[in-house]
């Protein structure tokens, strides 16, 4: 059974998969999805694992083998982020103008279904696949990495990351798969057709600035915790412009930084605010530590900001990821570029500010890099496309890939 990568991208935007982050409790998460895509599994034939990451979130991991001993990760993210906002139908997968139009179409169905429609034409020839291919489909790529990190865990050594078989089923045996360890891995995320070998990682976390309120007819008698956190989000700003942006760029992926990317606070209009709250996302160059970014920037705030009756707190990240190092996968990177080049795209060896599920499991030891159809410039947009030549070049690309080419 072969699959035409243009409809089934169509048919994967119509599935919504709105991260739960984004959406109100309740109303959203992979699973419709994930649902979806075992059903697909279970027509192509092909042998699945579903894995629960959380309650009601699944990866589902796929087997594809091939004629070597060898074994490759083709992994993708299920999930999406919100649609408010939008100016498009979110899932109408609508095509027109050469693209396909949805939410999670650039980000990162198309990638998803150019791995489908790939394996779906290599599996369809017996003896045509070189090496084994695990396909992984992972949840909440875009609030934690937790999804790639649970699938780490399956080839994992370490007695405390062990896989409870009670979280595990399907007709692809767990065993079976832990025999199966990568060599390597790809990651979908839209490069436009460019080979990632590098990428920044990310620290984030909450702070909250407490005071103490009062009538705001005699402000004197509180503690603002809004002009607080005014002075503390000018001492973020400063750090990142004195600091962050005057070191050593990475050659690839550019300077480190920093951002104060929410903000609440107060409670009333005629009370003097005695809490306010931002988010921290700084972003890490490849080799830096998450923690000692994290301990550095609390330093920071802490000799630039004192106001009587004023307090500072930091909550632990919520995520810690490293960034995605280049070296041990340039011999894999250089593969996927010379099976780009052979269909006459001028795929390159680059690096990305942004960060993906590539890092997570280059950490786990499986050298790792990112490919895939369309522009970052459209990921997350209010009226999200696709170019369909690009998932059709990205879909030849693989297969080729797929067959040793």
Known sequence: MKL???????????????????????SAGEGPLTDFLQSLLDQLGWHWLRQQVNHGRDNLIALCP???????????????VGIAGMTIDPF??????GRIW????????????????????????????????????????????????????????????????????????LAELQSLRPIHALIAEPTELDVVVAHKGASRWRCHVHGCAAHSSQPELGANAIYAMADLV??????????????????????????????????????????AVIDIDRRLLPGESPRQAYDELVAHIKR????????????????????????????WAGQIAAAAQAIGLPSKLVGVAYGTDASVIAA????????????????????????????????DVLYRLACGE
């Open 66 to 80: 091939g004629q070597g001993a060898d074994t490759t990760l083709w992994e993708v993210h299920q999930d999406t």
């Open 304 to 331: 630039h900001i004192e106001r009587d009756g004023i307090t500072i707190e930091h909550e632990q990240p919520w995520i810690e990821c490293v960034g995605l190092e280049d070296g041990a996968n340039h011999a």
């Open 234 to 275: 000018l001492a973020i700003e400063a750090y990142h412009e004195q600091v962050l942006a005057c070191g050593e760029p990475h050659p690839l992926c550019g300077q480190r930084a920093v951002c104060a990317t929410t903000i609440e606070g107060g409670s009333g209009v005629n009370i003097v605010p005695d809490h």
């Open 92 to 97: 109408a997968g609508e095509e027109s103008q």
């Open 4 to 26: 035409k990568e243009t409809e089934l991208l169509q048919q994967l935007v119509r599935v919504p998969s709105v991260n739960p982050a984004f959406a109100a409790q309740g």
């Open 102 to 173: 949805g939410r999670g179409a650039c980000d990162i169905k198309g990638g998803m279904a150019a791995m489908i429609a790939a394996l779906s034409r290599s599996q369809a020839q017996p003896g045509l696949q070189k090496s084994n291919i695990v396909l992984a489909l992972t949840i909440n790529e875009e609030c934690g990495f937790t999804g790639a990190d649970a699938l780490c865990r399956i080839w994992s050594h370490d007695p405390r990351r062990q896989v409870d078989p009670a979280d595990v089923h399907g007709p692809l045996s």
């Open 364 to 395: 786990n030891g499986i050298p790792s890099v990112v490919f895939g159809p369309g522009s970052i410039e459209q990921a997350h947009t209010k009226d999200e496309w696709l170019e369909v030549e690009q998932l059709s070049k990205a879909t």
